[in-house]
């Protein structure tokens, strides 16, 4: 390990689920004084505009699209510590769950860099408050698992159904894309398909929206034509979603 030349910090920073007002007090301060912020691509305007005084660099990856290798990412943040104090790597959501976090923690640790976590609010978190729903609920659901389905080039097959299945409420993160695939599994592994769904676009902005539906009809997720991002959430819990949430559009009656 070496640390040469290394004089500054790198921060990984949660910026939330997508409303400016909902990043932490802690991010707001570290964002004011940045250096330089590698930021990914769905982090809201005003929260990148409180890095006033840095340089701010798009690193942001998003399915289907062009996306900054994580190697090079990996780089950036080393090479930005050698020569700026305040180094920011800002990330959607919390930089802790399905961020990436790790690899870049690694890099950091072996080029004998300082880093520091700072926690944002993960996007179940208020897609369950833009419900009203808790993920939660005395004698319905005890217990709450975050999965993804994605599995990236070579690496190893995902264990996801099986804390899907063993938690009284799953919140798929980055899955409509495999909306298919994901009922499919579920069913055949004994999820009923009467099991109530909710898919979450948007959440905490402006343009939030919900569709509620049952396992079975998740396989029609694409044709609502979800272009932000979304999460599945699954469970008995949610059975509550059309007394409390009536704007609730049902996805299986706009398919009919």
């Known amino acids: 390990m070496t640390t040469k ?6 921060y990984l920073v949660g910026a939330g689920p997508g409303a400016p007002d909902l990043i ?22 005003e929260v990148l505009a409180l890095a006033s005084c840095a340089d701010r660099i798009a690193v942001g990856k998003r399915c289907g699209r062009f996306a900054t290798a994580q190697q090079f990412i990996n780089k950036r943040l080393v090479d930005a510590a050698r020569k700026h ?3 920011v790597r800002l990330k959607g959501g919390d930089p802790m769950l399905f961020g990436r976090a790790q690899e870049e923690i690694a890099a950091l640790r072996a080029a004998g860099v300082e880093y520091e976590i700072v926690p944002g609010v993960t996007a179940a978190l208020a897609a369950s408050a833009e419900l009203g729903v808790s993920l939660t609920q005395r004698g319905v659901a005890r217990s709450v ?5 994605r599995v990236g080039a070579g690496e190893r097959a995902s264990a996801w159904a099986d804390a899907a299945l063993q938690a009284d409420t799953a919140v798929i993160y ?18 009923g398909p009467d099991m109530p ?3 979450v676009e948007n959440a905490s902005l402006p343009s939030a929206r919900c569709v509620t539906l049952c396992l079975a009809e998740l396989p029609l997720a694409a044709a609502h034509g979800f272009t932000g991002p979304a999460l599945i959430m699954v469970g008995a819990a949610l059975a509550v979603l059309p007394d409390v949430f009536p704007a609730t559009v049902s996805l299986g009656a706009a398919a009919a």
Do not use: N, P, Y
Not at 145 to 149: G, L, Y
Not at 174 to 189: C, D, F, H, K, N
């Open 5 to 10: 030349h290394v004089r500054g910090r790198v």
């Open 197 to 199: 769904v909710a898919i």
């Open 24 to 45: 932490t007090l802690r991010a707001a301060e570290v964002l004011k004084r940045a250096d330089i912020v590698f930021h990914d691509a769905l982090v809201h305007s």
């Open 145 to 149: 698992a975050f999965v993804t389905a």
């Open 174 to 191: 980055m899955g409509v894309g495999q909306a298919q695939e994901i009922a499919s599994t579920l069913i055949a592994r004994g999820m």
């Open 85 to 87: 104090q305040v180094v």
